[in-house]
């Protein structure tokens, strides 16, 4: 449920922003259609659909049908309140199929249809169309490159891939020392439970039929004024791509072409960029021209339009999230106490990746229980809050803001 709460509150965060609705009705409905798309699949009959009523990233109330003979299901007397949304959920051979959101203010009669598959461990029906590098910026006082990865995954089959004998769905090689690892994904996709191994990100969470977008911010150490990037490929790429804003940071690659510039809504990006690279192969960037420790970054480089242009509208919904992390990130570690000097930064511990995403897969793994009634509600709130004072523990830590945990 962790994806469809993170996407809710980017919604929610639009909505701040954007001010209320005129609400057209005191209740609405909600109808729709679950069918199987694998050919010859199992029937859907009697399947329980669980509509989730949100308001923000809240999770409000829960309502249940039943999918009747003809793959059919409806809910009546929703409310209509200003702000909320819903969003309708079916579990099917253990995979989670996810509606779009629906919002009752602007029209009180919707429609959720949603397609659940068969599963398959055949991983040739899986690549990786593009994958994106974004430069986001830099922190020189602490000597951070900071990147956001786009990566678009297609499966081309008719069943949903839940990976090898092992469990292992994606394997995404980051860039030597990455750290500070934020994984978000799509509604219909999510990175499972993720670990690393040795150096690259391995994700279990299933892959439909379809083409879906996943993102990772993460930053990468750098010294004097360059970072060098060596990006591997674990799996059929069809392009993997850099991408920098012009007049912030130069680029260059003997691995790379250069792609020229590309317009984004009035901005240009400088693009180096290679097809179909060999798998197993490692490809080395160079990033030049970064500030030093003192000598000021950039706080934004990288912009809304940039991303959605990459991984297509519906996609800004994480963007807003990770931008929201990255500026918050750069605002502590840019503040200083008043009347230092900046000075050259001694390069800082590589931040405990491993323990990030183990602490990331426990949450998702109790959200998985309390959907499944595994677990009650109280249970829910109490395990659930622990784990996020675990993470907010090791933030602390990693910026050497230890003192602040036990206040």
Do not use: C
Not at 33 to 57: E, I, Q, Y
Not at 152 to 160: A, K, L, P, Q, S
Not at 309 to 318: E, L, Q, R
Request: charged share 20%; hydrophobic share 40%.
């Amino acid at each position: 449920m962790r994806r469809i709460v993170l996407s809710l509150l980017a919604v929610a965060l639009l909505w701040s922003v954007g001010g209320t609705h005129a609400l057209a009705a005191d209740t609405g409905t909600i109808q729709g259609t679950v069918k199987n798309g694998t050919p010859g699949g199992g029937s859907v009959a009697g399947l329980t659909v669980t509509l989730r009523r949100f308001n923000g990233a809240d999770l409000v109330q829960q309502y249940t049908a039943t999918v009747d003979e003809q793959g059919h299901f409806a809910f009546s007397g929703l409310p209509v309140v200003d702000g909320e949304a819903y969003i309708a959920v079916v579990n099917y051979k253990g995979v989670q199929y996810v509606s779009s959101m629906l919002q009752l203010t602007q029209n009180p009669s919707q429609t959720a249809d949603i397609t659940v598959y068969e599963t398959s461990r055949d991983a040739s029906t899986v690549r990786i169309d593009s994958r994106s590098l974004v430069i986001a910026g830099a922190v020189p006082e602490q000597r951070l490159l900071e990147i956001m990865d786009i990566i678009i995954v297609t499966n081309t089959g008719d069943h949903t891939y839940i990976g090898d004998d092992t469990g292992t769905v994606l394997r995404i090689p980051l860039p030597e020392g990455a750290q500070e690892i934020s994984p978000q994904a799509d509604p219909a996709v999510d990175f499972g439970q993720p670990r690393l191994d040795n150096g690259t990100l391995v994700t279990t969470g299933p892959v439909p039929p379809g083409t879906h977008n996943l993102v990772l911010s993460y930053a990468v150490p750098y010294n004097g004024t360059q970072a060098t990037l060596a990006v591997g490929t674990a799996m059929p790429t069809g392009t993997l791509r850099v991408l920098v804003r012009n007049g912030t940071y130069d680029l260059s690659s003997r691995s790379l072409f250069d792609n020229g510039t590309v317009n984004v809504s009035g901005v240009d990006y400088h693009v180096l960029a290679v097809d179909a690279p060999i798998v197993g192969d490692r490809l080395v960037i160079t990033v030049s021209k970064l500030p030093r420790a003192g000598g000021g970054g950039l706080s934004q480089t990288v912009t809304l339009a940039i991303v959605g242009a990459i991984g297509g509208a519906g996609f800004v919904v994480a963007l807003i999230l990770l931008l929201l992390v990255l500026q918050r990130r750069r605002t502590q570690l840019h503040t200083a106490p008043a009347g230092s000097q900046a000075t050259e930064a001694e390069p800082r511990e590589v931040s405990p990746d491993d323990e990030r995403l183990e602490l990331a897969a426990a949450l998702n793994r109790l959200d998985m229980q309390r959907d499944a009634g595994e677990i009650d509600e109280s249970t829910y709130v109490r395990e659930r809050a622990a784990l996020q004072e675990r993470l907010r523990a090791l933030l602390l830590r990693e910026r050497g803001l230890d003192e602040l945990v036990s206040h």
